[in-house]
């Protein structure tokens, strides 16, 4: 599956981006979906994820602030993020994992086969 992530941009400490991310080439429904961001210097970290049945699961750090949600008519899924903090500043990216297993959410990295090309986010102070 090839993914292309969009939606990224330049906002103030407060506001608000919507991130999608586009999939395409294999059935999407058969794939669990995660966001994963990488900040300068630091290693790629979860942010959130979500299964095939729609079960979600966030990283400490953004739960209560960001929304993962996908949409298996559109092949997409995406990431509302609110109350946007200079520590969100990153590169972020979706990835997909094929799974089997309908409720299974994965927040690991290394368990995600397909990775979209990132979407920057910076979040001025």
């Known amino acids: 599956v090839q993914l292309q992530a969009s939606g990224g941009g330049l906002v103030q400490t407060g506001g608000s981006l919507r991130l999608s991310c586009a999939a395409s080439g294999r059935t999407f429904s058969n794939y669990g979906m995660g966001w994963f961001r990488q900040a300068p210097g630091k290693e790629r970290e979860f942010v959130a994820a979500v299964s095939r049945s729609g079960d979600t699961v966030y990283a400490n750090s953004v739960k209560g602030r960001f929304t993962i949600s996908r949409d298996n008519a559109k092949n997409a899924v995406y990431l509302q993020m609110n109350g946007l903090k200079p520590e969100d500043t990153a590169v972020y990216y979706c990835?997909?994992?094929?799974?089997?297993?309908?409720?299974?959410?994965?927040?690991?990295?290394?368990?995600?086969?397909?990775w979209g090309q990132g979407t920057l986010v910076t979040v001025s102070s």
């Open positions: 990835a997909a994992v094929w799974s089997p297993e309908w409720q299974v959410v994965y927040n690991t990295p290394s368990k995600y086969e397909h």
